[in-house]
């Protein structure tokens, strides 16, 4: 009997170990996964994810019947590494055969070392951090600071190309003559973004009088740094953090009669749907994103009213790199022959090797290409919000 059972116990470890390495025969179709914050303090960013890959995997299974039909699933990690990895594995037991990556940072890097170790493809919509990819040289020492994770690419800007590139902004458009920042210094996210900008700045030479920083435990009262940017004279504040954080500073800071004109990055995205927070305090706010939901072209459009229809409101960035996600994946896939029946590892080696080579045009970029370190080349917007709503700057 004990040998009858042991004998059992292995067919069924042995069929388990197959689904989990092989491809996907149950469905039928391409299993995608994606994990961010749906949850939480964090969880617009995570639902407009997710939203915005529903679309698109529901515009590609209505468009092309006969074609590759994906599945889609999310889990929610609640913007915490721990339960990132457990949402991943997750996943994995699912069957999941790409992963669109979590959603945030901290949770990106983690789950990217799972992915690469597993020979998962990985494409994250916003987790933007140099360390999710690993192998990106570092623009303040010249060296790589973490080996490159071979699978893994990003659909966003990563964070040096974000604060530099608000840096030049700034400069190019003469935007502001004495300039305070404050960054969240326990974040990778906010911090990687404040050090390229620091770079680029000096490179500039921008005039920084005031940098003040805050961490996760003290992100409710911004008096100190608030008043050192108002002592130093300054007329632009740049805000290199999530949005929640920053709706404090604009209230606090109007609040002590401090204005000066200020600058976000594409975590800002967002700020006019946070519950409870006075709009009229983002008037003129500006800040760096791939994507304006009140764009004129026709994929625009189309996008903007099915989130609409489907979700109540209008969608942020995160949703249009999640939906571009899914039709780079989608187009990547096809031109290579994939099929719902391949293993993820398989699946994984045409992908990368396509990803490298092709040029993608999506809502957050045309002629987008993708460089052998995972980076996405795109070109940011300038956006100020105006009478609650956002408005192109160029």
């Known amino acids: 009997m004990k040998k009858f059972l042991a004998l059992t116990m292995a067919a069924v470890m042995s069929v388990s170990l197959l689904a989990g390495c092989g491809g996907n025969k149950d469905s039928g ?17 995570g639902n407009a994810a997710k939203n915005g890959a529903t679309i698109a995997a529901e515009e590609i299974n209505a468009a092309n019947p006969n074609g590759l039909q994906i599945e889609l699933r999310y889990e929610d990690d609640t913007h915490d590494p721990e339960k990132s990895v457990n949402a991943y594995n997750t996943l994995k037991g699912w069957g999941m055969q790409v992963f669109l990556g979590s959603v945030t940072s901290a ?57 530099s590139a608000s840096a030049q902004y700034i ?4 935007l502001g003559d004495k300039i305070a920042v404050i960054y969240k210094n326990d974040d990778v996210y906010s911090t990687g973004v404040f050090n390229s900008f620091d770079a680029k700045a000096k490179e500039l030479g921008l005039n920084v009088v005031s940098v003040t920083t805050f961490t996760e435990d003290t992100q409710t009262d911004f008096s100190v740094q608030i ?42 995205d967002g700020i006019l749907t ?6 009229s305090l983002a008037e003129g706010v500006m800040l760096l ?17 099915k ?88």
């Open 171 to 174: 400069f190019d458009q003469k």
């Open 274 to 279: 946070l519950e409870g927070f006075d709009t």
């Open 289 to 305: 994103t791939p994507f304006n939901a009140d764009s004129e072209d026709a994929a625009t459009k189309s996008f903007v009213e």
């Open 227 to 268: 008043n050192d940017a108002k002592a130093a004279g300054a007329d632009l504040l740049f805000l290199p953090m999530y949005y929640q954080p920053a709706s404090l500073i604009l209230a606090q800071s109007a609040a002590a009669g401090f204005a000066p004109k200020y600058f976000g990055i594409d975590g800002m």
């Open 29 to 45: 179709k391409l299993k995608i996964g994606g994990a961010g914050p749906l949850t939480g303090g964090a969880a617009i960013y």
């Open 107 to 163: 949770p990106g890097v983690a789950t990217s070392v799972e992915a690469n170790a597993d020979h998962m493809f990985y494409l994250t919509p916003s987790a933007s951090s140099t360390d999710v990819l690993g192998g990106v040289v570092n623009p303040l020492t010249g060296t790589v600071d973490v080996e490159r994770k071979d699978t893994i690419f990003q659909m966003c800007f990563v964070d040096p190309n974000q604060g």
């Open 307 to 394: 989130y609409q229809a489907a979700y109540g409101d209008a969608p942020n960035q995160f949703a249009a790199d999640a939906y571009d996600c899914v039709y780079a994946i989608y187009q990547a896939a096809t031109k290579t022959g994939v099929t719902a029946d391949m293993s993820a590892s398989d699946i994984c080696d045409k992908l990368v090797a396509e990803f490298t080579s092709m040029t993608f045009n999506g809502l957050t970029g045309e002629g987008m290409t993708w460089a052998a370190d995972g980076t996405v080349t795109k070109s940011p917007k300038g956006m100020v919000i105006k009478d609650g709503a956002y408005v192109g700057m160029d």
